[in-house]
């Protein structure tokens, strides 16, 4: 039980000293976890359209300080010999080779209208707003019972070309099957 014990201690220590030496953020939790999610999907995202070695190109609509702290999250970092940038564009016409957009909106009477923009077709769209896959997004992200969870449409998968590994999407859950599919 002493083992136990100083084991434990020397953990805390260790934890508390970690955290000592890393910068001080006043950003949302639930945002780290959300940038987290996103980093997520782009690890086990497959771009067909995209060259080997061109940035995988991060866009963010809507809240700036969740656009930092994606970019915190991701600076720095390659995924598939891709670096990895992020940007805050205004408009759907600054997205042409963006290949995550990420729409930090809960509510936009305009969104539905911006998702089918033709600028977005190769995209894959993250959102978090209530109907996003009813509007056109293909991945939703949402509190379940306090626990972070998403959901997914296999049409707008299908449709941007955007591949997921199922190593992830077994973690969502399905909303619309593709055709020809009961």
Known sequence: MKLFFTARLIASFVLLGTMGAMPATDSDPEDELK???????VRFADWPHAASGTPITIAVFG??????VLRRTMEGKVVKDRPLHVVEPKSAADVPTCDLIYFAIA???DLRAFLSDPHLAHALTLGEAKDFLEMGGAVNLLEIDGHMSFEFSL?????????ISSKLLRFGQIRGRRKGES
Request: neutral net charge.
């Open 35 to 41: 940038a987290a999610i996103v980093l997520s999907f």
């Open 63 to 68: 809240r700036p300080a969740f656009a930092q």
């Open 107 to 109: 509510h936009a009477p």
């Open 155 to 163: 049409e707008v998968l299908d449709r941007t070309g955007v591949a």
